[in-house]
């Protein structure tokens, strides 16, 4: 999506006025005269006496082992002795941690090793290169006659000095302008399957989330929202609660009313005491079904042309493919519920949590409470999962915490814990979606007239991140992925309806590519059945001659020879493919379902991604296969519906996961392309692994596929 990659350079325009009050520290942290032998040259990379190699981490780790990758691109350059590296959370809001296109510190949108790709690199070479002008000057003799292996500097003669015995010296070293990085052939690290440095701490359950952070005089606190989106707390009687024991406070904030007591049990037993008295507003009114009859209503009207060219024209069509496919609200629903732990003081604030946002977050807690974004602190901890949803562009889960805190007015820190309602029911959700198309055939059977229609709320507006976004006149938060898209003609015609409601929607993993994806690439299936040709073979056909289709088509190659497309399956075994681009990167993945009587089960999923250069290929092969257990649970069960204008669905009971033993194994493939540099990996598997499954059901069971979760009358497909 190469528009896309340069919309998200403007996301400093948004982002920017976030980040007011936060000093400009100096790029360079020498080690101060008087201190140990440390060795800084940036916020990043810290090298100590005994030779540990301590690397900050410019972005927050998932669970998606990005730690360990970012450790090895920077490792590789400095030519550490891995065994020596260490990784921690960044530990301040030092410019040096600020994403190198966004442009304030934030993680997202499968960037994390793509965009610090070359920072890392250089940072690593510099400090190499001082390291061996240390050792140079020791020793009397030049520079270039060293090398470097295993954080040792290594003459011709076989002398040797460890970095940490260079520390002291190199920190006085001015860094050099360009330092020289390796070529590819030189790579010791990059490109490895290393072991993930965060594998013993996590499996020991020494890690600390921020579900785990104790300190002394902790209280804790329960909160309840809005039961509908839109509500407004007329009044609440907080005599029974205060009255019940270990309850410290009953705080009203903006968005609820929070019960701060010294555990969260009691917290939570005094916030079902409370009573309160909600004005639901006009929207406590709204259904599911009412919700898409305003939806259908929008686009049967004009829309906002957000790509259009040549004149398309259905009666010059030679076969016209019509549809619609509806997507549902979806929530993230991470393992860690949502959590913050706070202390307001004169001094400022002091914030223990995971979190993507460190430095929007900050701007955030100013505007909501007037504390000075220059004196709020955040200690980041392991994040348990999040999948965009502790990206919050209002940085709602932290912000509460903190006023909750200010209103309490005591001298704890206070843990605010969601529940698992809280998170489900509590709104932004992946949006809800409505696709209509119309798509014309030419002689040849190829989309000549593409007519498309997309209703979706907006992630984008009124977030600081409106103007990154929407700068080409819609949010292209709501149509990235159909969007310049590779397949279509001459003419198109593609137009967004902006759905206005009270339900908070944000990205979610895959952003808008988990619906438009499934139905370009839905909408190429159904195609290729009408044209009578191989999906394969028909998607090669359209992108023969495209400039920027070569990696698409390099993916089609070797997806087809994984699976074996040529040869037949047998009689009981039906397959769908689908390929999709997002991320600058592109994925594919071939579905075979064993049918057995009225019973379809996975037989065999084969993945071929090519995401540039590859850091550790077995974390990128773990990225693959959450993301195909993620979106199987979409497919399978996952939705928030509207009733009574709020969430009718509450916990797993109802917003089910795909278990392990449903979740099929994966074959999955790394295509070399060419590439020169790393691009996503962790959202790009989720959107066409669904239409996979959706074309493999219908080679099955002739069903056609329109709406999610499946629901497949008469068919038992893991419990759809």
Known sequence: MPRLELTRRGFLRGAAALTFGLGAAPSRLFAAAGEAAVFAPSAILRIEADDTVRIFMPHADLGNGIYTGLAQVLADELDADWKRVVTEHLDSLHPDFKHREWGVIATGASTSVANQWTNLRQTGAAARA??????????GMPADGLRTADSTVIAADGRRLRYGELTARAAQISPPGEPRLKQPAEFKLIGRSLPRLDRAIKSEGKAVFGIDVQLPDLLHAAIAHAPSFGATLRAVDTSRAEAMPGVRKVVRIPTGVAVVADSFWRAKKALDALVLDWDGGEFAAVSQAELWRRYAALADGEGQVFEQRGKVDMAAATQVLKGEMRFPFLAHAPMEPLNATARVSADGCEIWAGTQFQGIDVGNIEKATGIPASTVRIHTQWLGGSFGRRASPHGDFLVEAVQVAQAAGLPNPIKLLWQREDDIRGGLYRPMALHRFAVGLDAEGRPAHWRHKVVCASISKGTPFEAAFTGRGFDLLSVEGLVDNLYAGANVDYRLYDAVHPVSVCWLRGEADTHTGPVVETIINRLARLAGTDPFA????????KADAARALGVLDALEKAAGWATPPPPDVHRGMAVHKSFGSVCGFVVELRKTGTRLDFHRVVAALDCGLVINPDSVKAQIYSAVAFALSTLIGQQVEIEAGGARQSNFHDYRLATLEETPLVEAHLVDNGLDHPTGVGEVPVSPFIPAVTEA??????????????????YDFIGA
């Open 697 to 714: 059901v219908f080679a099955a069971t002739g069903i056609t596929v329109d709406s999610f979760p499946l629901r497949l009358e008469g």
């Open 538 to 545: 028909y998607r090669r056909r359209l992108l023969a001659g």
């Open 130 to 139: 001082m390291l061996v002008a240390a050792a140079a000057e020791r020793w």
